[in-house]
């Protein structure tokens, strides 16, 4: 047996295709969304968690220094799209509701939400972290999806659209690395379906309710009623989840890295995609 690395090689990166400049910022029709409560907070809420980036980026790029052209798509690409994802929300929220202080709000969710960050762990292999980049990735392409169907307002559409298309990128990126890694670290279905696992148990909300809490105490300068408040939200998303989240897709994508052979990622995807609907439900 050899012990021969195969270096990584990955697809030339996918040009990024739209800037906050040259959106059409003139189409906006603000009344259509000024007085949806339930818009502002999920645009703002992203806007946060995008913009914030940065944070955990080193300890991915750390994670896979020996990978350089890895590295240099994180860098050059992957990073400034996620956060031109936040700059492009951050002057939809600012344009839209300008009574809202961004900056502030934004600094005052930074400091809680950096303490978080800081403990959160990758996977240890390189196979794993990169099938949880995949659960990441599944979970805003879908979110950007769903945002891009419940907007009634053309511009928002445009951008939900456009950072959904970068979402989807990322993970085909991913993808292919982890294809890469699952080869050479021989890493068995078992061991991917635990990174997924442990990576889709860490979505469950923390990040969204703590950003909800600091976007709702600037807005509403009732911080005593955050609870009810966000329960109210939460219900509101959750119709909009039974009505826009593409649960196929996302079931689809989840599975891909467990490499099924077609007739069983068939049958799991029909198996899993109403029960995934009915888990958010509950
Ligand atoms: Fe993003
Ligand atoms: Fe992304």
């Given at each position: 047996?050899?012990?021969?690395?195969?270096?990584?090689?990955?697809?030339?990166?996918?040009?990024?295709?739209?800037?906050?400049?040259?959106?059409p910022?003139h189409?906006?029709?603000?009344?259509?969304?000024?007085?949806?409560?339930?818009l502002?907070y999920?645009?703002?809420?992203?806007?946060?968690?995008?913009?914030?980036?940065?944070?955990?980026?080193?300890?991915?790029?750390?994670h896979y220094?020996?990978?350089?052209?890895?590295?240099?798509?994180?860098?050059?690409?992957w990073?400034?799209?996620?956060?031109?994802?936040g700059?492009?929300?951050?002057?939809?929220?600012?344009?839209?509701?300008?009574?809202?202080p961004?900056?502030e709000?934004?600094?005052?969710?930074?400091?809680?939400?950096?303490?978080?960050?800081?403990?959160s762990?990758?996977?240890?292999?390189?196979?794993?972290?990169?099938?949880?980049?995949?659960?990441?990735?599944?979970?805003?392409?879908?979110?950007?999806?769903?945002?891009?169907?419940?907007?009634?307002?053309?511009?928002?559409?445009?951008?939900?659209?456009?950072?959904?298309?970068?979402?989807?990128?990322?993970?085909?990126?991913?993808?292919?690395?982890?294809?890469?890694y699952?080869?050479?670290?021989?890493?068995?279905r078992?061991?991917?379906?635990?990174?997924?696992?442990?990576r889709?148990?860490?979505?469950?909300?923390?990040?969204?309710?703590?950003?909800?809490?600091?976007?709702?105490?600037?807005?509403?300068?009732?911080?005593?009623?955050?609870?009810?408040?966000?329960?109210?939200?939460r219900?509101?998303?959750?119709?909009?989840?039974?009505?826009?989240?593409?649960?196929?897709?996302?079931?689809?994508?989840?599975?891909?890295?467990?490499?099924?052979?077609?007739?069983?990622?068939?049958?799991?995807?029909?198996?899993?995609?109403?029960?995934?609907r009915?888990?958010?439900?509950?």
């Open positions: 047996m050899s012990d021969t690395k195969t270096p990584l090689e990955l697809p030339p990166a996918r040009p990024t295709t739209w800037s906050v400049d040259r959106l910022w189409e906006l029709e603000r009344t259509s969304v000024a007085d949806d409560e339930m502002f999920m645009v703002a809420t992203a806007s946060f968690v995008e913009i914030t980036t940065d944070l955990y980026t080193n300890n991915l790029l750390d220094r020996g990978a350089p052209p890895l590295l240099e798509w994180l860098v050059r690409h990073q400034p799209e996620e956060l031109q994802h700059v492009a929300l951050r002057r939809y929220v600012e344009t839209v509701w300008p009574a809202f961004w900056e709000a934004y600094n005052a969710f930074f400091a809680e939400y950096a303490a978080l960050c800081n403990e762990a990758l996977e240890p292999s390189h196979s794993g972290e990169m099938a949880a980049r995949c659960i990441v990735e599944t979970g805003t392409s879908s979110y950007y999806t769903m945002l891009r169907e419940r907007s009634p307002e053309p511009l928002l559409k445009t951008i939900a659209g456009h950072i959904r298309n970068d979402e989807v990128g990322h993970y085909k990126y991913f993808y292919h690395a982890f294809l890469h699952a080869r050479e670290e021989k890493s068995s078992r061991q991917t379906m635990g990174a997924l696992w442990r889709i148990r860490e979505a469950n909300g923390e990040d969204a309710y703590v950003a909800f809490r600091h976007v709702h105490a600037f807005h509403t300068h009732r911080p005593e009623h955050v609870d009810e408040d966000y329960r109210a939200f219900r509101n998303l959750d119709e909009a989840l039974q009505k826009h989240f593409p649960f196929e897709m996302a079931v689809r994508m989840t599975l891909k890295p467990l490499e099924l052979p077609a007739w069983a990622e068939r049958t799991s995807t029909a198996l899993l995609t109403p029960l995934a009915r888990f958010v439900a509950s």
